[in-house]
Every structure is written in structure tokens, then in C-alpha cells.
């Protein structure tokens, strides 16, 4: 049985670990912006600065059967919520609003790849939420969690609780639609066509937050 280092579990989450939380706390400012809440400038960049450190705290939580939970934890909830309390002084739980997307899309990297390695996992006896669950099961939540958090964004935008010009997130749907179909068809065809499924989902996650900022900063501006 092969052990992997930590050093090496550092190495290959690198690709993602950081700007998975960095693009959740830039998200989570934008959204305060829009809000009009006032910031400390300080604390700001301290809170992105933060998200840095996560990096270490990656490879803890990328093999093993509570990977997923710990991804929206480290990834997700804290970077959205820690920046809020850093930068306003205050948790301001709206920011999840906005934050939930780009949590769903970093948890569902994780879960690309934790598909991806499911047979080597076993080899050496790592325990995953993929192996738990199995690779079918995995791939229609993969699915579930790419498609679903367009759905999300197209709710809010729908009820204005967040700008209506957010919906141009909307263009990079035929890469996430290409990404789901793919990880649900590597059930039957194998797991080839998913070899980089991870970083694929990686960069819906960055266009998807990158263009949700740019949209929560313009109309914050223009109002």
C-alpha cells in the first residue's frame, strides 16, 4: 500500500484550494457592497489575506470520508462568513445568498475528483464520500450540485434578492451543462472522460464567481 505524503496532498490540491475560498470571500464582499453595508478597508484585506492559510488546511479534508462536509466548511461557509464578521464586524448571514454557488461548485471539484480516484483511493485504503456513496449515486449529485447552483442564482434573480444583471453568470452555463453530462455518462463509459473533470469544474466555479462580483460591484455602483 502506497502512503501519500502531506506534501503531496499539498501539491495536488494547490490547483484549487486556494482560489476556491479566495473567489468565496471576494464574492462576499462584492454582495456587502451592493448592500451598502460599510467596511472596514483594514479587516478587508486581512479576510482575503486569510484565505491563504486555508491552503494548508486542504489536503486535511480532500481524503477522507468527511471531505465534503469539510470542503463547505473550509471552503465555503467560513471563508463567506469569516470575511463578513472580519470586514463588517458582524456575521452577515445574507452573504450567503450570494456565497451558496461557489460553495456548491468548490464542493463539487472535490467530488470530481474523489470520482475520478476512486479505485486508487481504495488501493490505499482511503475512505471517501465517492467510495461511500458510489460512482453513480456521486455523479448525479455532481450533477446536482453544478446545475443546481444556476438554478439558485436564477431564483434569487427572479425575486430580486439579488440584482437582476446576475443572470449573466447564465453564459457560462454550456460548460457546466457539458461538465454534468459528462461525470453523469463516465458511470457507463468510464472515468477517462472525467480525467480533468476537477479543474474544469474548478474554473466554472472561478468564471461563475468572477462575473457574479462583477455584477454585485456594477450595481452597487450605479444605484
Known sequence: MNKISYGQQI?????WSFPAPAMTA????????WKGIPVSTLMTAVSVAACAALLV????FTKNILGQLGTLLVFGLLPALGTSYLACGEIVWGVLLAAVPSILLTDAALRARNIRDME???ENGRKTSASLFGHKASAWIYWGEVIGSYIWLGILSMFYLLPVYTVFVFLTIPVAIGCARGMVKSVTAGNTIIEDMDIR????QLMFSAIL???????????
Open 120 to 122: 486508487t483511493d481504495r
Open 11 to 15: 501539491d495536488a490540491a494547490r490547483p
Open 57 to 60: 488546511l486542504g489536503p486535511l
Open 201 to 204: 469544474t474548478k474554473n466554472i
Open 213 to 223: 462580483m462583477v455584477t454585485l460591484i456594477l450595481t452597487g455602483m450605479f444605484n
Open 26 to 33: 471576494l464574492v462576499t464582499l462584492a454582495y456587502i457592497y
